[in-house]
């Protein structure tokens, strides 16, 4: 199943697994993991952000992890101007309670910073095919290359975790 249907499937809330930290719930759970997609779905009031876990410190069990906060009140992304495609990895992770549910708020290298607030959360550790082989090189790859190179909202996924909140 792609990540894309797992999100909108309505059995995936049967697959509540442990996963070995929490993003809505544990600070610095995605350290080092790299931000690779941030979407708002306004008619259904969704964030969704896509982590490669490659180089993550604390998840170990997958390659992959989703973080959906639902319900929106608030979507702030700050970042300098920059060329080209940037690997965006997680310096600082902040989930805690808000008077709306739930705030994340993510401090990511280089020089951008995310705030999400919403009602609710669910979070999603998994595998796709390819995500245990070295990324691409931003440096010397093609846009394209690097594309093939990453988890997107298509790729096929295992789920080996997850949580709801």
């Given at each position: 199943?792609?990540?894309?249907?797992?999100?909108?499937?309505?059995?995936?809330?049967?697959?509540a697994l442990p996963?070995?930290?929490?993003?809505?719930?544990?600070?610095?759970?995605?350290?080092?993991?790299?931000?690779?997609?941030?979407?708002?779905?306004?008619?259904?009031?969704?964030?969704?952000?896509?982590?490669?876990?490659?180089?993550?410190?604390?998840?170990?069990?997958?390659?992959?992890?989703?973080?959906?906060?639902?319900?929106?009140?608030?979507?702030?992304?700050?970042?300098?101007?920059?060329?080209g495609s940037t690997?965006?990895?997680?310096?600082?992770?902040?989930?805690?309670?808000?008077?709306?549910?739930?705030?994340?708020?993510?401090?990511?290298?280089?020089?951008?910073?995310?705030?999400?607030?919403?009602?609710?959360?669910?979070?999603?550790?998994?595998n796709i095919l390819?995500?245990?082989?070295?990324?691409?090189?931003?440096?010397?790859?093609?846009?394209?290359?690097?594309?093939?190179?990453?988890?997107?909202?298509?790729?096929?996924?295992?789920?080996?975790?997850?949580?709801?909140?």
């Amino acid at each position: 199943m792609s990540i894309f249907d797992l999100l909108i499937e309505p059995s995936r809330f049967d697959c509540a697994l442990p996963v070995e930290m929490d993003a809505l719930t544990e600070t610095g759970t995605l350290l080092e993991a790299a931000l690779l997609s941030a979407s708002l779905d306004p008619t259904t009031g969704d964030a969704r952000l896509l982590f490669d876990c490659r180089g993550a410190l604390q998840l170990r069990n997958g390659n992959t992890a989703v973080v959906v906060v639902k319900n929106v009140s608030e979507f702030r992304w700050h970042a300098s101007p920059r060329r080209g495609s940037t690997w965006h990895a997680v310096m600082s992770w902040i989930p805690s309670p808000h008077p709306a549910g739930l705030a994340i708020t993510a401090g990511l290298t280089p020089d951008a910073d995310l705030q999400i607030v919403g009602l609710a959360g669910e979070f999603y550790v998994g595998n796709i095919l390819g995500g245990d082989k070295p990324p691409p090189d931003f440096t010397s790859s093609t846009p394209a290359e690097i594309r093939r190179g990453l988890a997107s909202w298509t790729s096929e996924i295992d789920v080996v975790g997850a949580s709801f909140r």
